[in-house]
T-cell receptor, first 113, second 109 residues
Framework: EPEVTQTPSHQVTQMGQEVILRCVPI?????FYWYRQILGQKVEFLVS????????KSEIFDDQFSVERPDGSNFTLKIRSTKLEDSAMYFC???????????FGSGTRLTVV | EDQVTQSPEALRLQEGESSSLNCSYT??????LFWYRQDPGKGPEFLFT???AGEEKEKERLKATLTKKESFLHITAPKPEDSATYLC??????????FGAGTRLTVKP
């Protein structure tokens, strides 16, 4: 059973619509992350979340994006007013902190049409 | 600006033909260097963490090494199932991880 489950696996949305991507870690972890990977490009950091608040965010993570941990288990990424260039794989990752490898989910493929 | 650069972009090997992948970095305050494997349509899968120059880690046909400026992922006698994209990533002091663009490895039988 994967440690990190992401839903949906694939989401198609109309340009301008809002989407919510979900991440459910199996066990309690301290740190949560969202990364994205545009097709054929590198994995890019979006945001890190620690102790129920954003600890760091990249220049990509502008006002269009928000993250929440609404019920203590799910970790969500909301993208408002989606644009064509938001089409990418979005990965959730978890860690226990310190210099340990992150565990990534299988990703959500977002397609904006 | 802190950077993580991987080379080559793509590598094609015959089964059994050993080679090395390179990751060079210019990062201040390195907390760790990571190697991941990524299969198409999947998330990165953790392979190794290296913390200090001179450190080496091994797993099956893979061995990762670290110097002050670069890391190598050595692949000994690869098999077709080793075909994947190998990603290098650096952990910053603020606990954020930044990735290189990856090396796409193809091992032909």
């Amino acid at each position: 059973e994967p440690e990190v489950t992401q839903t949906p696996s694939h989401q198609v949305t109309q340009m301008g619509q809002e989407v919510i991507l979900r991440c459910v870690p199996i066990s309690n972890h301290l740190y949560f992350y969202w990364y994205r990977q545009i097709l054929g490009q590198k994995v890019e950091f979006l945001v890190s979340f620690y102790n129920n608040e954003i600890s760091e965010k990249s220049e990509i993570f502008d006002d269009q994006f928000s993250v929440e941990r609404p019920d203590g288990s799910n970790f969500t990424l909301k993208i408002r007013s989606t644009k064509l260039e938001d089409s990418a794989m979005y990965f959730c990752a978890i860690s226990t902190g310190g210099s340990y490898g992150y565990t990534f989910g299988s990703g959500t493929r977002l397609t904006v049409v | 600006e802190d950077q993580v650069t991987q080379s080559p972009e793509a590598l094609r090997l015959q089964e059994g033909e050993s080679s090395s992948l390179n990751c060079s970095y210019t990062v201040s305050g390195l907390r760790g260097l990571f190697w991941y494997r990524q299969d198409p349509g999947k998330g990165p899968e953790f392979l190794f963490t290296l913390y200090s120059a001179g450190e080496e880690k091994e797993k099956e046909r893979l061995k990762a090494t670290l110097t002050k400026k670069e890391s190598f992922l050595h692949i000994t006698a690869p098999k077709p199932e080793d075909s994947a994209t190998y990603l290098c990533a650096v952990l910053y002091n603020n606990n954020d991880m930044r990735f290189g663009a990856g090396t796409r490895l193809t091992v032909k039988p």
